[in-house]
């Protein structure tokens, strides 16, 4: 039997309900519950992520060298240059700007609260025939 159901991914950030409007919008989402200082969304495949008050919150410091990444998300897209759009006019920014190395078209950027996510782009393949 299992006995973790679920899980998810909490981002600390001064302002939740402002930072999980971006990700609603963002996933094709819903907010799946809230308090004071938690919100609670499900994006449209499933993804779930929560944003906790920190009233202290910076934004983290990525892409400095001198830095860790840390933690990041990953979203699989099927059009990365649509995605970007979405992404710029719910009010992320783009954060690299170089041509990325390995087998993965992938973008990164930054959410309205500065943490990093990358755009990876999934190539669509043609279902088998015979």
């Not at 906790?52 to 934004?59: E, K, Q, Y």
């Not at 990953?74 to 719910?90: H, Q, S």
């Not at 078209?105 to 990876?120: K, M």
Request: proline share 8%.
């Amino acid at each position: 039997m299992t006995l973790v159901k679920a899980g998810l991914v909490v981002l600390d950030c001064a302002e939740p309900e402002k930072l999980s409007l971006f990700y609603r919008e963002l996933l094709g989402g819903e907010q799946t519950g809230a308090s004071a200082n938690l919100v609670e969304i499900r994006g449209a495949d499933g993804i779930r992520l929560a944003f906790r008050r920190d009233v202290n919150a910076t934004s983290p410091s990525w892409p400095r060298p001198e830095n860790s990444l840390q933690a990041h998300l990953v979203f699989l897209v099927e059009d990365m240059d649509e995605a970007e759009r979405r992404v710029v006019g719910l009010g992320g920014r783009p954060t690299d700007t170089k041509d990325p190395a390995g087998p993965y078209e992938e973008r990164g950027y930054a959410d309205p609260a500065g943490h990093s996510f990358t755009l990876r782009l999934v190539p669509i393949t043609a279902p088998k025939q015979g």
